[in-house]
């Protein structure tokens, strides 16, 4: 399925300028990159194991798809809009979320319940493909608004295969939208590999809805970031909507409950093992002298800080009061609610008084 | 200014074309809401006074038109989105259901989601499949959503505008085959001040024998019965619900502590259907007011048939009154 | 929008030779698919004065699309199976489904219990989109089956913004389902144009699935046989699914309760009404010297004989016994529906006995 | 052959297995049923067996599934559906609901369409948004197709068997949270014959005082809490209801003209669900022979909580004891 896509770097952390996307960015802007990734790799390696220690209920990781995450993120301007699906914590960090709001999440603590307004970063969702619409209106809000912005939403390679996603390419097409959908193609579906949702790259899906598409090396992060701003552009300017299809890999298993070995072969998790998209970025510094061995290992203990202060947070995090489940059913009075939180309390009572 | 008569049909287009004027936020959304008005004309000529960017025809998928009205109202906007018919809502039940009922409480309520989904239901109408039911139950069952449904044209008028402004994702349940019906409206501003909220009963027709509730199209139906009914020497007393999540209990159980006996009746097959809850939540706690059973007419457990049946589908006034005679019986 | 698409004969009823669609039907094949037009036409006329006569609740006019439905089900062979949505009243006469049978879902007798297996043309399905999953799930059971034979799956243009239409598209490519997917493009679902379903032509939408799609002169009844013809040996041949867009025109409302004159000038009406398929095979028929004023005569007595079996059908068409409801709502014993079936008994012989 | 133990996961892959082997028409099909043999490993082993083109992994889209499921059965299939979990049954709803279920009735019983869904549903197991709800009174509504629940290993072979040759759609409801429980299984077709039919009730438990009602995961529980009744001198009779569509009433009330008292239980929210129907049915029903009110104990009006909240959402041990000895007070 044609290739690995647009590229402006090798595995091997080699330039390769392509003529539609040029994209040069200074030495510090190459660090901040690797320093975004790095930071939520560490991130989330902590949601892992946070996991295993039984601190939190699951566990997405995006081990593999930093590049992807990172690199459309910084392609944002402010008041572009974010929906991401479940595994966006590189994008979700990137809008400056707190990853603890992310760990309360799959503590099961909330369900994800931070501002979306001040971080322009819609809440995860979980049912696939549902944010796809969503995010199309909020485009066509901003259209009528006349906002000079665009929205970003993400989805997975199987989620192409949901009526939404397609439903939300025609009526993105239709409406001439600001949007770039953007497909993380990880190369799987839980279990099910992309032969098993698609019979061509996903990249072409949006021709049929007549709208450009193309494939973008998801482990380049800076053919991700060139092709997303371009694409934002695109939308931007009023010429609609945008897909990209980021070709990478998880690394990982779907989730902590998930165990690939029973459907994929430790060979193909190796061969993509070659492209990681930190290790090229590593190779560039380096190559070009742009980062010594102090700012690896700099980035390394910040890594670790970070780490620590999620670690600590997730373990003093509290459970919510029981009563907070009556709270925000509605945002209006409803007698029903009313009158079952009124039950739960006189029930929750009656334990305090025999106790 | 005076009160006007006026088709249910007309009211509802008086309320949304005084909800786009006052609010810039608002927006009109759905398939052949603009240029046609609407299959039932609800939106007649809504477009021309307001432009295609307020009453929008959208493409032909429902799923879609709900997705992205929850996106619009992400963005601050007021969507109301009308659904052809009831049997057409379906496409749309899982943005409704995961996604519109439940990003309030997901956000721990700071996303609000005023979407107001229209949907024109029942039958009565001689139609084809798809285009005659009631799956109200559907919507009250799930938490998160607000479900009514008005039974004149005043209230269609008050009622949707009570749900524009709300907060909540309100399934705004239109009785089709109540849209020709006339009745006075009174759209004074002044007149709104004197409605009662929209999640809230009436009683329509005070009665001392038996407590008959209702909604929607089978208010008539009820009140129709409750004068044949005192021509037989039956004082009936008639409770429009008007809101059926939540269900104003406390009208209800008042009527019935009065009475002693209800009879609940929709057009929804009763299996399951809102009779059931009513008559559940009343039977548990008007337990020693209740000289008989609760008694539920509605429409039976099979999909609704064909059109030259649907007379005998629907609960009319005779087995209204045939509820209500086993249960004075009692 | 890509103009016309393929094309064998010209609204003047001259013959266009197509390279890829060589097709050379005998005379007598060019009278049969004239007559079948001609009486299509005529029992859809009748269907709509039937309505206005308060016969039938509801009629959805075909006119104007004779051509794409009768060269469509004429490419088929023995054993194809078609899944129609709900106007493709020239298709079920052409797999031998009695008039009558249709007027009775549309009287609102039945909901248009024709047998499926008899005719292999399913029932009618109301809801826009669903048919082509049915469609799709039935020709993934003909290739297991190792049938030599395909499903053609009709539907509107319109229809194709609906979810489960794309969802269709991607589960035949996917599964290599031996499908045609023939969309009626008649320019306008209820009030809406091409316009707001689709950024692009439609027989587009298929590339981005994986599969050709192509657009027919849908008013041209040669080149709709022809290339469907293709289409269905592509299906047959286990190469997947093929999209046929049928550029045609509905002449009539919408429904018998849609008044089209609030949305679309009379104007584009006529301008179609010059591409009218019966009239252009009329002329090549009279042209190449295939067919006399005695053969059309000969046709249009047919038709009023047809008609007049139709009206008098419908107007003998008894109401279903009210029981009946009941019966078929379970293939096997249900407790509650017998429960309620006794009520509605008793319900109903407390009458009888008051007399 | 003798009953052997085994978990409830593992009865419905023995289940699965047994069709898949006799009948060469069925046909196992949704997302990562094939090589991972689902998430819960109800499939497990089956695609290894019976083949890709038995055993089908399908593109991710449930309207998809249901749909193609449809023309698959049309076709003289018999398919099996595994929806991942309750919360994602919604994007297949309206196949469900007016293609699936509808079909039989619309074709005048021409067509037949065995189509068996599966989906996981309940909460107790920690998860995640969606994964733990319970929407079985949103099909139960829904004519034309049958909604059962089994609540043991033994059950849950045979009941999905039936459901398999059963010509009727079937949505078969799994209680996820007993998955792992393990009792015996017979799976000796002799066994087969002495099962009662997958629609009736069964009394689990005699007893005199009180009627418990339940069905899957709350069968359980209620059994535990009959058995800390008995501690405090209550003899509580529990009542597996198995079907939720059509429900036994038959049974149900056979066991409350007895007990004069019924408490009915069920994860889902209380409102409108299938304690309303159950509720309803029997204070009409047995109107002179209850001497309390029938309640019910279930979920709240509200989504799904955090997992964190679920002990306090779901109703366990404590809830229905509570609402026994209201019932008992009376
Ligand atoms: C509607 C729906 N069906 C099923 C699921 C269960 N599920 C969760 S993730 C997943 C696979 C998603 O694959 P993809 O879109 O490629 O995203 P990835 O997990 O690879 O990032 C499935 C089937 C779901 N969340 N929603
Ligand atoms: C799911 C659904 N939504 C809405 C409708 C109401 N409706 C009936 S026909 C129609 C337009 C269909 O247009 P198209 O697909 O182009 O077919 P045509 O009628 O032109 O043949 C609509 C919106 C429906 N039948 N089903
Ligand atoms: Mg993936
Ligand atoms: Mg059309």
Sequence with gaps: ?355 | MAATRMTLVAALNEALRSVLASDPKTLVMGEDVGRLGGVFRVTDGLQKDFGEGRVMDTPLAESGIVGTAIGLALRGYRPIVEIQFDGFVFPGYDQIVTQLAKMHARSRGRVRLPVVIRIPYGGGIGAVEHHSESPEALFAHVAGVRVMSPATPSDAYWMLREAVRCDDPVIFFEPKRRYYDKGEVDVDPAAGERQPPAHTARVVRPGRDLTLAAYGPMVRTCLDAAEVAAEEGHDLEVVDLRSISPVDFATVERSVRRTGRLVVAHEAPVFFGAGAEIAAHVAEHCFYHLSAPVLRVGAYHTPYPPSRLEEEYLPGIDRVLDAVDQALAH
């Design chain 1, 1 to 355: 399925m044609s290739g690995d896509g647009i590229r402006l770097l090798t595995p091997e952390g080699e330039r390769v300028p392509h003529p539609d996307y040029p994209f040069d960015p200074a030495p510090e802007e190459l660090r901040a990159l690797y320093r975004d990734m790095a930071l939520a790799r560490r991130v989330d390696a902590e949601g892992v194991t946070l996991q295993r220690q039984g601190e939190l209920g699951l566990w997405p990781s995006l081990l593999g798809q930093e590049a992807a995450q990172v690199g459309s993120v910084r392609a944002l301007r402010e008041g572009d809009r974010v929906f991401p699906s479940y595994r966006e914590h590189a994008v979700a960090l990137g809008r400056g979320v707190d990853p603890l709001a992310l760990m309360r999440l799959f503590r099961g603590v909330d369900h994800g319940a931070w501002d979306p307004d001040a971080h322009d970063f819609h809440l995860y969702t979980l049912v696939i493909g549902s944010q796809t619409l969503h995010a199309t209106g909020y485009a066509c809000g901003m259209a009528k608004d006349g906002a000079d912005a665009a929205v970003i939403a993400y989805f997975g390679d199987g989620a192409t295969s949901q009526g939404d996603v397609s439903e939300a390419f025609n009526f993105a097409a239709v409406w001439d939208a600001p949007i770039v959908f953007f497909c993380q193609n990880n190369q799987w579906a839980i279990s099910e590999p992309n032969e098993r949702q698609t019979r061509v790259p996903l990249h072409q899906r949006a021709q049929g809805f007549g709208f450009p598409g193309v494939r973008v090396d998801g482990n380049d992060v800076l053919a991700v970031q060139a092709v997303t701003r371009a694409a934002l552009d695109h939308a931007r300017s009023g010429r609609g909507p945008f897909l990209i299809e980021a070709f990478t890999y998880r690394m990982g298993a779907h989730t902590t409950s998930d165990d690939p070995s029973r459907y994929r072969d430790a060979a193909e998790v190796e061969s993509w093992r070659a492209k990681d998209p930190l290790l090229r970025l590593e190779r560039l510094l380096r190559r070009e002298g742009a980062a010594d061995d102090a700012f690896f290992a700099e980035v390394a203990v910040a890594g670790e800080a970070l780490a620590a202060r999620v670690r600590e947070g997730v373990r003093a995090m509290a459970s919510p009061a029981p009563e907070e489940m009556f709270d925000h059913v509605y945002a209006e009075a409803h007698a029903g609610v009313d009158r079952e939180r009124a039950a739960f309390a006189a029930y929750q009572a009656s334990f305090a008084e025999e106790g």
